[in-house]
């Protein structure tokens, strides 16, 4: 059985004796095939230790339901499509809430983590037909993270560094995902068909993501200063709407010097969460935008994705980012490459007109 690779563990909060585990909140960081579970004649319910184990840890009432739900395979036929189809993006697994309950020990020392997925808790992905009960997973124990431990931030206590977390540790130890904090700098460099090249300086005023409670309540979630080669002559300010992050599909690519620009139907240097999330559920994979002063299909197929390398503190990171490109087969003339995190969807490169890279993060002196 394939399983995915995932993180850490912590100790197991267990209520007063009738309630249900509250358990603690973690994490997957990959998904692996989880829908050919139980396979070589594994059982579909524990074996006798194992349900010692369990009902030790969890009761009985609930061990009742967690050996009839406990693969992927044995789910309700909708919720199993949904989870296998959505899995793999990394914007989906940060959406879906799930409990650790219990930890099975074998004779080796080998050790399963069992998770409990509530219903009530997973309405955004779980459509009502898919399930009208909690869901369970079980996992290797080092393949999950802690919910807190994910959320936490900088991969180091240095407060110099720039707000990365870690993307991927069993594929590729050295990818991260990035989160602005007011204060960074990120430098992009432009190159222009005439041969010219210049730096495009952001320095971060304020960013809210769409899943933080804020949100809603901030008319301009987002909000940065720019600088041309760090020349006071050329820089504006851009403030960017709630809802031009939720569902926009224009963007603003140009800037006049000491504008002060509120986007409220365009976005910039982020992707909205409409052309983030539509190619998931668009057949052909695709979403429009207009990046360049006509609309258009881009496509954001799996093969495009790949890593692209920024510097921070003289420290190199990978950021993992799905290229959307025109044309279906991923060989259109233009390319918008955007950081896969759905927390984030921050633009990190752009081939159109012009070329535009991010280089460099200099982060906030705090």
């Known amino acids: 059985m394939l399983f995915v690779s995932l993180f850490t563990h912590s100790q ?11 358990g603690e909140r973690v994490i997957l960081k990959e998904c ?4 050919v579970a139980p396979v070589d004649g594994q059982p579909t319910s524990p074996n006798a230790g194992e349900k010692s184990q369990l009902i030790k840890q969890i009761g009985e009432a609930e061990y009742s339901q967690l050996i009839k739900y406990w693969y992927v395979s044995q789910w309700p036929d909708v919720a199993k499509e949904q989870f296998m189809n959505e899995c793999e993006k990394m914007d989906f697994r940060q959406k879906l809430i799930m409990y650790k309950i219990a930890v099975l020990t074998n004779e080796e020392g080998y050790k399963t983590a069992i998770v409990r997925i509530p219903e009530s808790e997973n309405k955004s992905w779980l459509s009502p037909a898919a399930s009208k009960r909690n869901l369970y997973l079980q996992v290797p124990d080092n393949d999950l993270m802690a919910w807190n431990d994910y959320e936490g931030g900088p991969n ?42 210049y730096d495009f300086i952001i320095t971060i005023k304020k960013f809210i993501h769409t899943t933080d409670d804020a949100f809603e309540k901030t008319e301009f979630p987002a909000a940065f200063l720019w600088q041309i080669n760090e020349s006071a002559d050329k820089s504006g300010e851009v403030f960017i709407s709630r809802d031009a992050l939720t569902s926009a599909t224009d963007y603003n690519n140009y800037f006049s010097n000491g504008v002060i620009l509120t986007l409220i139907n365009q976005s910039s240097v982020f992707l909205s969460s409409k052309n983030w ?21 881009f496509y954001k197929n799996a093969e495009n994705f790949e890593y692209l390398k920024v510097k921070a503190n003289d420290e190199t990171y990978l950021l993992p980012v799905y290229r959307f490109n025109n044309a279906k087969d991923g060989t259109g003339t233009y390319s918008v490459y955007v950081q896969d995190n759905s927390f984030c969807p921050l633009i990190i490169k752009m081939n159109l007109d012009f070329e535009i890279e991010l280089k460099e993060i200099v982060p906030v002196k705090k």
């Open 32 to 35: 692996g095939n989880y829908a």
């Open 277 to 297: 999330y539509e190619p998931a559920s668009a057949e052909d994979r695709s979403t429009v935008m207009n990046m360049t002063g006509t609309e258009e299909k």
């Open 12 to 22: 197991i909060q267990i209520f007063a004796q009738g309630s249900l585990v509250k």
């Open 156 to 197: 180091t206590n240095s407060s110099d560094l720039p707000a990365m977390q870690v993307y991927d540790t069993s594929g590729n130890a050295d990818a991260f995902v990035y989160n602005p904090r007011p204060g960074d700098k990120l430098i992009y460099k432009v190159s222009v068909p005439d041969g010219d090249s």
